[in-house]
């Protein structure tokens, strides 16, 4: 038998388009599909092992029959002549866009054609992100969501990637520490014009009190600079601090406000979010934000599903508003779990009170090092602290995502690692 092996040599065929030079600058892969890839190693290294997952931020617990059924009505009617709709409004459907306002933003001055109904807070920041373009300079708090400065890399307005400090040049990490109660100091940041702010925040589980936001707002005021505020865990909040950033007094004319129900209602597959945009928020020259976006998203987007939609209705209804505050409290009670079982064991814990999540502090260790031990060791999946920018090392965040019984074994595990 003959074998052709010049075919093993020949070339793959090339285009002429040129790489992305910012899509080069990324570092490694997105995090939570790099937890991911080693969660799937592990489990092909110990098939018999019962993996539990307390890493990604995905929720766990079924949604509310008062909100499938909704969904599952709107959808049967589609089915019907007098049921079927094509096309929506890309901004979202009217009546959901006002019950929105309603029940987040009453007495706030925050109307109906401000909110533009999504397909969650993700997809909203990386349209946002298309809005400022390349040229804005960008703060984001360290550690924080990496969804920020990864689609700040992917659109060209920072530099290249600095191994010595983990940093991306042109951005400003605001240090959120449990040395500066997780607030960053502003009297030491420079000036940008984008300012990326979560509260509570992923992944340290704090939220800003309204004195720290007013000082966030006053700051963005005397910089021009406009805030993006992350409210996506705001349901979770147990104390007085505030739920949505136009609870403060000119926050208006600052920010932008993305949220979502993927943590409410369990809509993590549904997706379904939205963005609300002042009409008092304007550009340098005048312009409102709100009419640019309105063409981003007519241009980039058909509007979310409108069975998403028809479940997103149900949620702010006051059956819907209950039992999504019946599943936040369920995972509330699973931080609580994880809180008490770290605490037991002696280390600084974080977080838990006002978000579903655990930041536990490890001391002198790299976190990933810290992640990969605990999966070696319990087959127990978190995430390491790193990952949300260089101020996580040495931290791993817990998740509350998780069914009872697999937080209460996880946490057994846990303590026999630890104890």
């Given at each position: 038998m003959i074998l052709n092996f010049g075919m093993c040599f020949m070339k793959a065929y090339k285009t002429k388009?040129?790489?992305?030079?910012?899509?080069?600058?990324?570092?490694a892969g997105y995090l939570f599909p790099e937890i991911a890839r080693r969660r799937t190693?592990?489990?092909?290294?110990?098939?018999?092992?019962?993996?539990?997952?307390?890493?990604?931020?995905?929720?766990?617990?079924?949604?509310?029959?008062?909100i499938t059924s909704s969904m599952a009505k709107r959808s049967y009617a589609l089915s019907t002549v007098e049921g079927y709709s094509g096309y929506g409004a890309e901004q979202g459907e009217k009546q959901l866009r006002a019950a929105i306002a309603k029940t987040y933003y009453e007495n706030l001055g925050i109307e109906e054609d401000d909110v533009f109904v999504s397909d969650g807070a993700k997809s909203d920041i990386s349209r946002l992100q298309v809005l400022f373009g390349s040229k804005v300079t960008m703060a984001v708090q360290d550690p924080s969501y990496p969804a920020y400065v990864?689609?700040?890399?992917?659109?060209?307005?920072?530099?290249?990637?600095?191994?010595?400090?983990?940093?991306?040049?042109?951005?400003?990490?605001?240090?959120?520490?449990?040395?500066?109660?997780?607030?960053?100091?502003?009297?030491?940041?420079?000036?940008?014009?984008?300012?990326?702010?979560?509260?509570p925040n992923n992944p340290t589980g704090y939220a800003?009190?309204?004195?720290?936001?007013?000082?966030?707002?006053?700051?963005?005021?005397?910089?021009?600079?406009?805030?993006?505020?992350?409210?996506a865990y705001a349901m979770y909040v147990s104390d007085d601090s505030p739920r949505s950033i136009f609870e403060i007094p000119g926050a208006k004319e600052v920010a932008i406000e993305v949220s979502s129900f993927s943590k409410y209602?369990?809509?993590?597959g549904v997706r379904l979010g939205w963005t609300a945009i002042p009409k008092e928020l304007l550009y340098s020259d005048g312009f409102p934000v709100a009419k640019d976006f309105n063409r981003i998203v007519c241009t980039c987007f058909n509007g979310a599903s409108n069975i998403a939609q028809a479940g997103g209705l149900a949620c702010v209804s006051p059956e819907g508003i209950k039992a999504?505050?019946?599943?936040?409290g369920f995972y509330k009670e699973n931080s609580d779990i994880i809180v008490e079982t770290f605490n037991s064991l002696g280390f600084k814990v974080y977080g838990g009170k006002n978000a579903p999540y655990v930041w536990i502090h490890f001391p002198g260790q790299s976190s990933w090092d810290v992640f990969s031990e605990i999966l070696e060791k319990t087959h127990v999946v978190t995430t390491p602290g790193s990952g949300f920018g260089p101020g996580g090392e040495g931290f791993i965040r817990v998740s509350a995502f998780g069914h009872?019984?697999?937080?209460?074994?996880?946490?057994?595990?846990?303590?026999?690692?630890?104890?």
């Open positions: 388009v040129s790489h992305n030079e910012n899509m080069k600058k990324l570092q190693a592990h489990m092909l290294k110990y098939p018999d092992a019962q993996v539990i997952s307390l890493g990604i931020g995905d929720t766990t617990e079924p949604i509310p029959e008062v990864d689609s700040s890399v992917i659109l060209g307005q920072t530099g290249q990637f600095q191994k010595d400090v983990e940093k991306y040049g042109n951005i400003e990490y605001m240090k959120c520490t449990p040395e500066n109660g997780f607030f960053p100091d502003l009297s030491a940041t420079c000036r940008t014009d984008i300012i990326f702010f979560c509260s800003a009190s309204r004195e720290q936001l007013t000082r966030l707002v006053e700051f963005a005021k005397e910089n021009g600079s406009i805030i993006v505020y992350d409210s209602a369990g809509f993590t999504m505050h019946e599943v936040v009872r019984e697999n937080v209460l074994e996880a946490c057994r595990r846990f303590k026999q690692l630890y104890k």
